[in-house]
């Protein structure tokens, strides 16, 4: 075991697609350093966004944002809505999108789970704002959805990995949860 | 597309351990609601974790912890940590403990990478203490280094998913960041 500085290894974490209305246009942004607040209702996860990107704007004004999920199938896109920006680039073209309850917070058909977030906080940490959002509803097609719930196999979400900068798939069950330690009692 | 309610579906999420001096003696609490707030140096990572815990209070008290990812060898003793609490049962008897330059945070042997944090911020959730660290510290197994950097493929790290209540491994590498998405330029 040795030192080898302050990296950040807690990877691979879910990418996602973070959509907000820009100057009343849908805008939408890779992001992969995302988090899991609570676990309760309300619910709250957090996205980290560097200060630089065109979308914070959006999310300061509106006070609304989504996190959609894509899958490996759109892989090419959600890398490509990582590496064009907003103020150049109109990225909503790429797909067909639909509003919520929010009205301000732009999702994906393609994404087969979007979620829909009122702005509830927002950390200032110098070069990135930390977006706390507060869920107010999740959007799933029926393709994924098995048993009346979101079917993690059927999703096949992208995952992010810095080290190598590579997307890696999902692979397979290994055991269950709350369950398979009982055996060391 | 239909809604499902508010569903938080960011999965799948590492699986770690956290590590906190509880009274004086090391304690270990298995934690999957985990985020990455930036991306830089000072690095900041977030855990969540219920009010409840025994580790709160040490990690308040002693304003350190340490993120320890578990592989999925350590799959049974990771469970186990997330199902007893530490006011009962002393999880710190299932590993080889070492601690870094905080002194204060205990990190795991089996566990080939460890992240050691400052305590930097606190946040009031309701049921949920969501402490914010500052990352001193990462300390990993040659075993799991490649290139100079830590492999993701050699880690093989825990996933978890809340909505199948399942561990998940990592699947194969689909694509490369920043660069598969050009094609569409």
């Known amino acids: 075991m040795k030192s080898i500085g302050p990296i950040n290894a807690l990877y691979p974490m879910p990418t996602t697609l973070v959509g907000a209305a820009v100057n009343g246009k849908p805008n939408f942004l890779t992001v992969a ?34 996190i959609c999920l894509p899958p490996e199938d759109l892989m090419v896109e959600t890398d490509y809505c990582g590496i064009m920006t ?28 979007n979620m ?27 393709s994924v959805i098995a048993g009346g719930k979101i079917d ?13 900068k590579k997307y890696w798939a999902l692979g397979n069950p290994v055991g269950n949860c709350w369950s398979s330690g009982k055996s060391l009692k």
């Open 116 to 142: 829909e977030f009122k702005l509830h906080d927002v950390l200032d940490y110098q070069t990135h704002d930390i977006f706390i959002g507060e869920l107010i509803q999740t959007y799933a097609d029926d």
């Open 33 to 66: 350093h995302v988090g899991i607040l609570n676990h309760g209702t309300p619910q709250y996860l957090s996205i980290g966004l560097g200060k630089i990107h065109y979308s914070n704007n959006g999310i300061l004004e509106n006070k609304a944002f989504s």
């Open 86 to 113: 907003g103020k150049k680039t109109d990225k909503s073209v790429l797909f067909d999108i639909f509003y919520g309850e929010t009205e301000k917070a732009p999702m994906i058909h393609q994404c087969p789970v």
């Open 152 to 164: 993690i196999a059927k999703l096949r979400p992208l995952l992010f990995d810095m080290a190598s």
